[in-house]
Every structure is written in structure tokens, then in C-alpha cells.
């Protein structure tokens, strides 16, 4: 099945999960670091400014800092950006 790591650490953080979780019915593993044996397939940034990390991400693709076939999608209810 999936495996949705997640590092929060801080109540901001848990809660961000909280709602993706009533949003998705997904359920995460957290965790200390996230685990080097696998590739992700998709990263999901929780956020309350998705706006602002979909910005940031484009950037970072636009300079090559991101690959520029990564796929963002701002996410709705707007709490989250995925990057497939």
C-alpha cells in the first residue's frame, strides 16, 4: 500500500496532517527522517501560504534547482501544494 511519511514538529505541523487526513482519509507514519531506501512517487507540502510554495516551486524549476517535469498542483481545499 502507500506509506505517507510525515515529520511534523510543531501542533502547526500535526494538525495540517490532521486536516489531510479528514480531507483524504489517508493515514501517515511519522517519523524522525524520512527514509533514504525509497524514491517518493509524489510530495505534498502542507501549508496555510500554497500560494507562496507554488511560486517558490515554479522558481525553483524555472533556475533547475527542481526538475522541470514535476508536476505542482495547488490542492483543494488550498492547505496543501503536491508535487507529482
Given at each position: ?19 489531510y487526513h479528514e ?8 517519523v ?5 531506501t525509497?524514491?517518493p512517487?509524489?510530495?505534498l ?21 527542481l526538475?522541470?517535469?514535476l ?5 483543494s ?8
Open positions: 500500500g502507500d506509506h505517507i511519511y510525515v515529520r511534523p514538529t510543531c501542533d502547526e505541523h500535526r494538525d495540517l496532517v490532521r486536516r480531507l483524504t482519509g489517508a493515514s501517515h507514519t511519522s524522525e527522517e524520512y527514509p533514504l525509497e524514491s512517487a509524489k510530495m507540502l502542507m501549508t496555510d501560504d500554497p500560494d507562496g510554495v507554488l511560486s517558490t516551486v515554479r522558481e525553483a524549476q524555472a533556475s533547475g534547482a526538475p522541470s517535469g508536476a505542482s498542483i495547488r490542492g481545499p488550498p492547505f496543501f501544494v503536491e508535487m507529482l
